[in-house]
Nanobody, 123 residues
């Protein structure tokens, strides 16, 4: 069993930055792929970024490429999502998810989910 807790969300002006954290407990997180997803009001949840279980591959959806960076600190059992040049359309609840020995793709079948953290970008 893996428990995931997101943090780092908040209110920021357009063009600003936030760093989201996904802290894992319960098992060795280094064996898990991690994905970041988001859900805006009235919209379906969408994949944003992912990192493979071995950390060698990362994936991003086109709207965030060049602005968001996913990374892992295995010693701290934490995955980060650095978000720069934020736009109002990035406003959503952001969730992290984990899959044992997954690839980190959005199409993976993620086993564990966090409760989410709200990101609001004002114009």
């Amino acid at each position: 069993q893996v428990q995931l807790v997101e943090s780092g969300g908040g209110l920021v002006q357009a063009g600003g930055s936030l760093r989201l954290s996904c802290a894992a407990s319960g098992r060795t997180f280094s064996s898990y792929a991690t994905g970041w997803f988001r859900q805006a009001p009235g919209k379906d949840r969408e994949f944003v970024a992912g990192i493979s279980w071995w950390g060698g591959r990362t994936y991003y959806v086109d709207p965030v490429k060049g602005r968001f960076t996913i990374s892992r600190d295995s010693a701290k059992n934490t995955v980060f999502l650095q978000m720069n040049s934020l736009k109002p359309e990035d406003t959503a609840v952001y969730y992290c998810a984990a899959e044992y020995r997954g690839s980190g793709l959005g199409s993976d079948d993620y086993d564990y989910w966090g409760q989410g953290t709200q990101v609001t970008v004002s114009s």
